[in-house]
Each structure stands twice: as C-alpha cells, then as structure tokens.
C-alpha cells in the first residue's frame, strides 16, 4: 500500500505548548499536503509543500519535508484547544489522486 | 459559495436495501472525489472524476458500488445491495482541476446498515 504512516498515532498536550506530528511515505511524490479533521466534519487543507521545498510556513503551522528519508513534520506552535483535531498527511504521485496517512489524533487540554 | 454539499447527512438502512448518495462540488472545479472513511480502514478513495469522466475507479470495493457524474455540479455514488460492512463516513471531495490542488471536502454522509 502507498498509504502514509503518521507519528504518533495520538498525542495530548497542553495549551501553549508546541505539537510535532510526523509522516512518512514510500515512493517519490510530487507533492505533500496536510489536512485536519475536527471530529464529525469532513476534512480542512492546511498547507501543501513541492517534493523540491524543504520547509514552509503558514501562521502556527510549520511543515518540513526531507525526501531523502520520505518523511514530512508538521508543527503547530503555541497550541490553543481549537486544534483539537485529527491532523492527515497526504501524498500524491503526479496524478489528482491524493493518498492519506493514517492520521494522528490531537489533544489540547486548556 | 456554499462548499461541497452533501446529503443525506446521516442514512440508516437494512442490509440488502439501495443506498444513494449525493454530491454537489463547488461550482467552477473539475475534479470530483469519493472517499470512505472508517476506523480499521482509515480514509480510502474510492473514484474520482475529471470533467464529469470517471478516472479511476480502482478503490470501489465491488459491483455492489456505482458512481455516477451527469453533470459538472452533480455526482451520486450508490450502494446496492448494501451489508452492515458498507457502514462507514462517505465523503465528497473537489478540487480545481489537475495538479498539486488541494482539495474541499464535504461533511460526509454517516451511512449506517443494521
């Protein structure tokens, strides 16, 4: 399967406190995207990186992607309990069809 | 614009009964996509269409599933017959058209087959 794993699969912080949430694929891609989830709602793009960039920012949100290792991070900065969500790596292999990781479940507790 | 609209929002039914949903993307996109989400499984498109034409249709499960895209602003995906292994979120999602486009997902429709 080209499916994306995600790392952790669930992860709880607090407020204020930065969250890291990794991905990782296995062939080449042309492009990543990251997506979230808020529990019963349909899924949110948040940010989408070239496979030839290596980082990219958007507000709280910091991506890096390293296509040595077929891996990308996702960094929420200053956490608010709004991003409760579940956060979904997506791939796609230079077609429309876009791959999705198996999600990491995020906590912020106030 | 209103987003990707779908209904119905929740949908109970018996085993063996047909199932249809419905899709309207956002006006001016050509890509069309239906995914199903479910604990074990995660989230797995099941077809997408390219200016109303059905691309790839290599994630519907079996004959039992059926889309259809008549026009640019209309999509449906039947189940029939259904079994309680369909249950599962269906989602609608478009995007502009070809390349690296994100996509604008619907609010999925529940589907529940006892």
């Known amino acids: 399967s080209q499916q994306g794993e995600e790392d952790p699969q669930a992860l709880s912080i607090q407020e204020g406190e930065n969250a890291t949430m990794n991905c990782s694929y296995k062939t080449s891609i042309n492009n990543l995207q990251w997506y979230r989830q808020n529990s019963g709602r349909g899924l949110v793009h948040l940010i989408l990186?070239?496979?030839?960039?290596r980082e990219k920012h958007s507000g709280r949100l910091r991506v890096t992607l390293d296509t040595s290792k077929k891996s990308s991070s996702l960094l929420i900065t200053a956490s608010r309990a709004a991003d409760t969500a579940s956060y979904f790596c997506a791939t796609d292999y230079n077609t429309d069809k876009l791959i999705f990781g198996t999600g990491t479940r995020l906590q912020v507790f106030p | 614009d209103a987003g990707v609209i779908q209904s119905p929002r929740h949908e109970v039914t018996e085993m063996g009964q047909e199932v249809t949903l419905r899709c309207k993307p956002i006006s001016g996109h050509n890509s069309l996509f239906w995914y199903r989400q479910t604990m074990m499984r995660g989230l797995e498109l099941l077809i997408y269409?390219?200016?109303?034409?059905?691309?790839?249709d290599s994630g519907m499960p079996e004959d039992r599933f059926s889309a259809k895209m008549p026009n640019a602003s209309f999509s449906t995906l039947k189940i029939q017959p259904s079994e309680p292994r369909d249950s599962a979120v269906y989602f609608c999602a478009s995007s502009p058209g070809t390349g690296p486009n994100e996509q604008y997902f619907g609010p999925g429709t529940r589907l529940t087959v006892t």
């Open positions: 990186i070239r496979s030839n960039e």
């Open positions: 269409f390219n200016n109303n034409v059905p691309i790839d």
